[in-house]
């Protein structure tokens, strides 16, 4: 019967191994049932951190100020999850011990191998040391990895959908089923695991590094070493925006136009300094989330290696906790100078890995903080997702108003096992593209290898995927859809993504966030640039062909002369920004014409100092050839922009420049304004016509024609009549808006009149310097033009009518009548013979 009763025993030890799982998850619901009824708002901020074991002191022993809601509880770990999980392992403070817990709990998510793993576990019969809680042991100081447990796992893992490039000859995965330690990790796991036929992640075999494997070359290598550690921090570069989604504050600037006499124009652009930092403004509220990896691979060293971490090489985890601390720290010490207590800094905690949520809410009590940062162990995949969703309940809580920044640290890839995850990682852009467009600045960090922010050219290696996800989480890219470059949209490196290798450098990376995000702001990165308009050319300005850059597309020239810039308001003991040192001026002949003055990048603007970048203009042909020239004055195009100056504010006129704007850094978002429009003027003349009359005025209602002819056309023309008529006879017309140029004003004919000397035209010649010359005494030059019509008489007898009035007629017809008579008396006399 011994056969019977192998089979009976095995039967009953598997059920009372499933008796005792059934019991333990019992008693955990109990305990989850005690914390999150009364104690449910303490849960939140200790039970997460510890990979989800939940220790029954922890809710009792919670500060109030670090306290959580149920529902931001509920975002941060899923209680039904958090059911099945180890509650007998206590929370490590010390950080190497805590990093060297091996498997602080399972997954929230169970995957494709842990399931499977279950499945294989229970098909077997169980043995007392596997029904028993696994026991979190602290590795050995040698910092080996627990090479059972991976043997296990490596014994179940089997190929998914998520790891679909695990090598099909069953070479090693990762250690922890993380692959973010850098490209070609799972061989290096393999190797360390004795097998010697590990492939690459690129399918390539063999036992060393070969260049080949993410395409670079050990010289390439170097440069992102030199780059990540020499360069962990980049120079901000000047960017126009076409939609930015945080409102950057504008600084004071305007632009008006002087003019100086004989049609010379100056055009003038300021802009205001501001330091908060100098003036000592009261910041708004900032609040502030750290969201921190804690994947498998933090437990490996900061250059990648696995094994022998020390002090200088410490495990990434140890460094990171390092860093967050020193941030703590940082911003206890700003605190300390904030007398409000509700405008005090607030940080919250939040991880991503094996266990992912809030870690700590939002709080300024930083000994709770830094506790929470003790306590955080590494283990799993890299759900970036899961860490950004995080970010976003916790501020949740933020004070209305307040900035809020989310610093993001990663060391690798979004993944959900051990390869890169497409959908992880767009998930996560998309939460961090929603946080962005509602004003939350975010930061990223990457510490894996090759990391580098300013890589331009991506192909399709892990390290390229990684580098186009930190940039397009970040707010350098603050309309970013998702992870790949072609979806990033309007943006540039402004430096919210920073990289590092280098434990000492990732501490300075987060002191420096700290300063930039409470220590106020200055302008800097400010560029000013004014373009003319059709009607307008710089006068006096010199510049230098040789010397070229290109800005926009437009190749611009090295000003010597004619432009300058003048600072004035100047603080005590303030020294004013040197030429070609602080700032360089440039011209461009393109379209109009462009001034431009370029500040270097670094140089920011000294509080309430005034800029003004100022330069000659005079009006194009342009300006003059397009005046419409109407009868009674100018027609101009526009009117001067408020606060323009005296001769443009209000006043009608031609606008100086097509566009002109000032673009500047302030807090790291980067924005430009565009300055008012100026008009000047061109001045115009008088011509005065007098049409004098001898013998007679002209009968009522004739009309005559005059016209001001040019180029054989006529520019004006108008036909006099009796209305202008003076008091002392003479027809006078004035034309008005007269422009230089050479003229003929002509007369037309009247019937009964003949032109004096026979002058019917009169030749005009009006030229600018006079026109100016009598502008600058607020006068107008007039020009005169006279013509004199003489009326024509004729004598006439008439044929009848009376002769009253006429003796002398009379007279004349008596004594023509006589004569008459005598004649033919005497040629009658003749006829007869008489002498």
């Not at 005009?764 to 009598?774: E, F, G, L, Q, V």
Request: hydrophobic share 35%; aromatic share 6%.
């Amino acid at each position: 019967m011994k056969w019977m009763k192998d089979p009976l025993a095995g039967f009953i030890s598997r059920c009372g191994a499933r008796m005792g799982k059934f019991t333990a998850l019992l008693v955990t619901i109990a305990m989850l049932a005690g914390t999150t009824g009364a104690g449910a708002t303490a849960f939140a901020d200790e039970t997460v951190t510890d990979g989800g074991n939940v220790a029954a002191e922890s809710a009792a022993s919670q500060p109030e100020s670090t306290q959580q809601s149920d529902a931001e509880n509920a975002v941060g770990s899923d209680v039904a999850d958090i059911a099945g999980q180890d509650v007998a392992g206590q929370s490590a403070t010390d950080d190497d011990d805590a990093q060297c817990l091996t498997d602080d709990g399972e997954s929230q998510q169970p995957s494709n191998e842990q399931a499977q793993s279950q499945l294989q576990s229970q098909s077997q019969p169980e043995q007392p040391s596997e029904t028993m809680p696994e026991q979190r042991q602290p590795c050995d100081k040698t910092e080996q990895p627990n090479e059972q447990k991976e043997q296990e796992r490596q014994a179940v893992r089997q190929p998914t959908a998520e790891n679909a490039d695990v090598p099909a000859n069953g070479a090693a995965p990762a250690q922890d089923g993380d692959r973010n330690d850098h490209a070609g990790e799972n061989r290096t796991d393999a190797v360390a695991n004795g097998d010697a036929g590990a492939t690459a992640d690129d399918g390539k075999t063999g036992d060393a590094d070969d260049a080949d494997n993410d395409g670079n070359t050990a010289e390439d290598a170097d440069d992102a070493e030199h780059i990540m550690r020499d360069r962990f921090t980049f120079n901000r570069k000047t960017v126009m925006r076409a939609a930015r989604n945080v409102a950057v504050p504008q600084p004071d600037h305007t632009k008006s136009i002087t003019y100086n006499n004989g049609g010379k124009y100056t055009l003038n652009l300021n802009v205001v300094g501001k330091d908060t930092r100098e003036s000592h403004e009261t910041t708004e509220k900032i609040e502030v989330v750290l969201v921190l990896d804690t994947s498998g691979s933090m437990n490996y060293c900061m250059d990648g290696s696995q094994r022998g971490c020390n002090k200088s090489n410490p495990k990434r985890l140890t460094a990171l906790k390092e860093a967050a601390t020193s941030f703590i720290d940082a911003t206890e010490t700003t605190n300390d100078t904030i007398q409000d207590e509700n405008s005090k800094v607030r940080i919250a905690i939040a991880q991503f890995g094996q266990t992912s949520g809030v870690v700590s809410s939002l709080t300024s009590d930083t000994a709770a903080l830094k506790s929470s940062v003790s306590r955080l162990s590494a283990n799993g995949a890299t759900p970036a997702d899961k860490g950004m969703a995080a970010a976003q309940t916790a501020l949740l809580r933020a004070r209305p108003g307040a900035k809020k920044v989310v610093i993001f640290f990663a060391d690798g890839v979004p993944t959900t096992q051990n390869t890169f995850s497409t959908r992880v990682a767009n998930d996560a852009v998309t939460t961090a593209l929603a946080m962005k467009s509602a004003g939350t600045l975010i930061y990223s960090i990457g510490i894996f290898e090759g990391a580098n922010p300013e890589q331009q050219s991506f192909g399709n290696r892990e390290n390229d995927q990684a580098n186009q996800f930190m940039h397009a989480v970040s707010s350098n890219y603050p309309n970013a859809t998702a992870y790949n470059k072609t979806n990033w949209g309007t943006g540039s490196n402004l430096g919210y993504y920073k990289a590092t290798n280098s434990a000492d450098d990732l501490t300075k990376i987060f002191d420096d966030i700290q300063k930039e995000i409470t220590t106020g702001s200055a302008y800097s990165g400010v560029s000013i640039v004014d373009e003319l308009s059709e009607y307008a050319q710089v006068d006096g300005v010199v510049w230098n062909m040789a010397s070229m850059r290109n800005f926009g597309g437009a190749t611009y020239y090295r000003v010597t002369g004619g432009v300058t810039l003048n600072v004035t308001n100047l603080s005590s003991g303030a020294t004013p920004p040197v030429l070609e040192r602080d700032y360089t001026l440039w011209y461009s002949d393109a379209g109009n014409g462009k001034i431009r003055v370029e500040f270097a990048g670094d140089y920011q603007l000294l509080h309430n100092a005034t800029y003004t970048l100022s330069y000659g203009i005079v009006p194009t042909d342009s300006a003059y050839a397009r005046v419409n020239m109407v009868d009674g004055g100018i027609n101009y195009d526009a009117t001067g922009d408020a606060g323009t100056g005296t001769t443009s504010a209000g006043k009608p006129g031609f606008r100086s420049n097509a566009s002109a704007q000032v673009c500047y850094t302030f807090d790291k978002q980067s924005a430009c304004a565009a300055y008012q429009h100026p008009v000047l003027q061109v001045p115009s003349a008088n011509v005065v016509v007098t049409k004098h009359w001898e013998g007679g005025m002209p009968a009522s209602g004739a009309t005559l024609r005059i016209d001001f002819m040019q180029g054989g056309a006529s520019k004006l023309g108008k036909d006099l009549s009796e209305d202008d008529e003076l008091p002392t006879g003479e027809w006078q017309y004035t034309f008005r808006g007269v422009m230089a140029g050479d003229y003929t004003v002509t007369e037309g004919n009247i019937a009964g009149y003949h032109a004096k000397g026979n002058v019917t035209s009169v030749p005009i010649s009006i030229t600018r310097a006079d026109m100016w010359s009598a502008f600058d005494k607020g006068q107008t030059a007039t020009y005169e033009a006279s013509f004199t019509n003489v009326k024509e008489t004729v004598a006439v007898l008439p044929l009848s009518g009376a002769s009253e009035g006429r003796t002398w007629l009379a007279v004349a017809g008596v004594t023509a009548l006589v004569l008459l008579l005598a004649g033919i008396v005497g040629l009658a006399l003749i006829g007869r013979g008489r002498p």
